[in-house]
């Protein structure tokens, strides 16, 4: 009887250890997919009109840029683009045309996007 009650004791106390760890594990955040930082802002601030000059946007993108390589993270969808249009402001057009390029490499669902805006730098050097 007594050894039935300690088993007993001991199957409780491995249940509830058990659902620590479980509920534990639950509540740790799964890593994120890409690391935004302050790009939605950016871009939002851009299509509003209410942007920093190109050459702060810049910094900044750089800035993000190098926080997502320490976090270990890809930039999102659309910065790289959106770095394109800064440089593109900047007259840099060949860093533009760098940075599309590799947003269509990364995300080809891009693809149509990214050549209509390679098709009108081309029309502009022509």
């Not at 509540?27 to 000059?53: C, M, V």
């Not at 946007?57 to 320490?70: F, I, V």
């Not at 440089?87 to 599309?100: I, V």
Request: charged share 25%.
């Amino acid at each position: 009887m007594i050894a039935a009650a300690r088993l007993g004791r001991l199957t409780a106390a491995a249940v509830s250890v058990g659902a620590a760890v479980a509920l534990t594990a639950c509540a740790q955040a799964p890593k994120p997919l890409y690391y935004w930082g302050t790009f939605p802002s950016t871009a939002y601030d851009t299509l509003r009109g209410d942007e920093k000059g190109p050459l702060d946007q810049l910094h900044a993108m750089d800035e993000q840029a190098e926080k997502a390589k320490a976090a270990g993270l890809p930039l999102p969808p659309g910065f790289h683009a959106h770095l394109g249009l800064v440089y593109l402001k900047l007259g840099r057009q060949d860093d533009a045309r760098r940075a599309w390029q590799t947003e269509r490499e990364r995300f080809p669902e891009s693809a149509v996007y990214i050549d209509s805006l390679m098709k009108r730098l081309d029309n502009q050097k022509s």
